[in-house]
C-alpha cells in the first residue's frame, strides 16, 4: 500500500515550561523535541500495516522550519522510504491553513491511506487530519483506537464516551491515530544509517492566510500545595469530615 | 449584534450535557456581540424534536431539528454536512460545538467546508470587532493559550465542563429542516459497543474514582467500583499502565494520552501521579489521593492525602461514604 504520514515537531511532553519573552510563546531553549506522540503512533501503524502487506510505500510530510527535517529523518530511520518537508519559517497556530497546505500536496500522492496523529501535544487541537480529509473529500476516521485493512477494505474502532463504534471505510481514507493502534519502535543503528541516504525533498509549504494567532501563552495556576491527612485507616474520618465541610462533595 | 449556531449534541434520544454547555457558551457569546440570537441545530433519529424547548430553557431562540433515521447512530458525515449547510444559511459570527469525541469529529470538517478558522478544546470566549478571542489549554494542559481568530465567522469547540449550563428561558422557536446527505464515501458504523451500564460517562461525572498500579490485580478494582457505588454517581477512571495491563479497558484512561476530566471530586487510589496522569485531572476541583509512599508526587496535586495500603483504606473508606451518605437519598 501507499501510505502517507504527517508528523509534527514537537517538545517532549514531559519538559517543565517556561513563557518566551514575546509573552506569546514557550520559551524553546534547552527543549527537547521528537515527533509528536500520536503522529509517531501513526508512523509505526503504517509501518505495520505495509510490513503485513509485504510490500508499499510509506512516505513522511512534514511543514515547518529546517529543523522538522529532524522528525522526518527520525521516522526514516524507523522505516518510513522517503520524506517531503513543506518549508514554512514557522508552524501556525492555524491548523485549517496547515491543513490546505498539506492537502494541496497530498492530493496528487495516489496514497491508499493517509495517516494523522489526534492530535498534537502543543495544540492538542485534533484539527488537521480530519480537515485534510474533508477538504481531499476522503472518508474519514477520526481518533481510530484500533485499525486493520483487509481485501482492500478499511476496519476501525472509535471510542466514544462511554461506547465504542466499529467501523468499515473503503480506501482511500485519511485516519488519524489514538493511542493503542500500535506502540512506536525505537530505530534501529542499521535504520538510522540507512535513513541518511533515503530521499528527503524539500519545498515551500503553501500556506495561504493564516487566522489563528497565539496572542498570549501563559502556565496555568498551580494548584495550592498538597496536605496529608494522616495515616491508614485511622485518617478517614477527619477525611470524611473534610469532604463534608471544607469540600462540600459528601 | 450577532448571531451565533451551536450544535446540540444528542445520544440515544436525549441531549447530551455538552449539548446545553454549549447552548450557554453560544449564549455567552452572542451576548458579548450585543445581544444576537442563538440559533441551535438538533440532529437525531426521528423523534429527537421533542427536545428542542429544553434548548430553550438554556438560551436558544431558534432550534432547528433535522430528524432521520440514519442519525440513530453517529452519521458524521452527513451531520457535518447539515450543520455547514444551516451555517452557510444564516450569517452567523460563530459556530459553536462541544469538544466531545463527535465534536471533535465535526469541527474540523465543518470548519473545512465553511473554509472558518477553527480552535479547539476551548474553555473562554471574548468577542471584539472582527476578532473572537478564546482561551485553550494546549501542550496537554501545561500551557494555555489565548488565540485570536479573524474572519467573519470561526468554528469554536467547547471543553467539557468548562461552561456551567445555565437557565436562560427563551420561547424558542422550533423549526424542522432537512438532512444533507454526505457526498463523499463514508464511513459505515457495523456495531456500537456499549461500555459498561449505569455509570456516568467520565465527561459528566462530578465524582470519579480512579485507580493505578497500586491497585495490584484487575480483581480489586472491585474496590475502586464500591466506592463509586457508595459516592452515588461516580464515574471510574484508571492510569495507562492499569489498561495498558488490560486491567480496565483504554476508555477509561485519563491523562495526556486519554481522557481530559474535570470533576468535582477525584480519588486517585495508588496512582504514583506521573505527569502524563496529571496532565488529565490537574483542574479537578478536590483531588483525594490514597498511595502508600507518602513521596509520591500525586501528593503534591491532592487537596487530601492518605498515607497507605489501598487495600486497606479503600474498604474504611467505602463504609465511612456510605454512613456519610445515609439518609441523603
Ligand atoms: C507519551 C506518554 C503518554 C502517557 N500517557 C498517559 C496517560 O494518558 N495516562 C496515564 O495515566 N499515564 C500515561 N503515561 C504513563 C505514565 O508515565 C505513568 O507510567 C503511569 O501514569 C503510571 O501509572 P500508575 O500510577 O498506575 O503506576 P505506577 O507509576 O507504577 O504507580 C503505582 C503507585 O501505587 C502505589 N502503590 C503500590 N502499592 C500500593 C498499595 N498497596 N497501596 C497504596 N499505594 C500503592 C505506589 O507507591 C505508586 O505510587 C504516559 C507515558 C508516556 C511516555
Ligand atoms: N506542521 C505539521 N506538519 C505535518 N503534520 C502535522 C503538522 N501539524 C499537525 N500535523 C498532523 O496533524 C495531527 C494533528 O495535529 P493538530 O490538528 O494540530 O492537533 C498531528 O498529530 C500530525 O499528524
Redesign the pocket.
Known sequence: MKIAVCIKRTPD??SRFRIAASGAAIDETGLKFDID?FASYAVEAALQLNEKAGGGETVVYALGPDTVQESLRKAMSMGADRAVHLKADAVPADGLAIAKALAAELASGGYDLILFGKHAFDSSAGVVGTAVAELLGLPCVTAASELKIENGAGMARRELEGSAEMLTFPLPAVITID?GVARPRYPSLKGIMAAKKKPLESKPAQLGAVRVTAQKAELPPERPAGRIVGEGVTAIPELVKLLQNEAKVL | MANVLVFAEARGGELRKIALEAVTAARQLADATGGGDVHALLVGAPGIAAKATQLGTYGADVVFVAEGAEFATFARESVAATLAERAKAGSYRAVVIGFSAQGRDLGPRVAAKLDAPIASDVTEIAASGDTLTVKHPGYANKVVLTLVLSGPMAVISVRPSAFTAKENAKAARVEVVAAVPASTPVVTITEVKEGAKGRPDLGDAPIIIS??????AAENFKLVEDLADAFGNAAVG???????DGWRPHSD???????QVSPQLYV??????????L??MRTSKTIVA????KE???FKVADYGIV??????LPAFTAAVREARKGQG
Do not use: C, F
Request: net charge negative; glycine share 18%.
Open positions: 511532553s514531559e506522540d493511542e | 485507580g493505578g498500579r497500586g491497585l495490584k484508571a492510569t495507562r499502565a492499569v489498561t495498558d484512561q485519563i491523562g495526556q494520552t486519554g481522557r486517585a487510589v495508588g496512582i504514583s501521579g506521573a505527569i502524563q496522569h496532565a488529565g490514597i498511595n502508600k509512599d509520591a508526587p500525586i497507605g495500603d489501598v487495600l486497606e483504606v
